[in-house]
């Protein structure tokens, strides 16, 4: 079956930096493109970055563009994200998620707080 599991999170300052990992089983990993995704309390999802199978192409939220970069690996069915530059606002549980035959499947999330 497919799973996503992500590592990575934590506790960081604001102005700081942390790389997100998703490991993928269960499917032929690099025929499928990958998303992150984020959710605050109390708000709702929001899909940060997205690459394409083959890692060519990639796309980001408006609000962290240009201080995060989404990457995969594909020998390692990973995927990553790093986060440059963050803010307390980037503060969210962080998921990774693939869309394979109209279905869609997370990872159970790793939790991501910027603070002082």
């Known amino acids: 079956q497919v799973q996503l599991v992500e590592s990575g999170g934590g506790l960081v300052q604001p102005g700081g930096s942390l790389t997100l990992s998703c490991t993928a089983s269960g499917y032929t990993f690099s025929n499928y493109g990958m998303s992150w995704y984020r959710q605050a309390p109390g708000k709702e999802r929001e899909r940060v970055a997205q690459?394409?199978?083959?890692?060519?192409?990639?796309r980001y939220l408006d609000s962290v563009q240009d201080r995060f970069s989404i990457s995969r690996d594909n020998s390692k069915n990973t995927v990553f994200l790093k986060m440059n530059s963050l803010k307390p606002e980037d503060t969210a549980d962080y998921l990774c998620?693939?869309?394979?035959?109209?279905?869609?499947?997370w990872g159970q999330g790793t939790q991501v707080t910027v603070s002082s």
């Open positions: 998620s693939t869309v394979i035959g109209g279905q869609t499947y």
């Open positions: 690459i394409s199978s083959g890692g060519l192409m990639d």
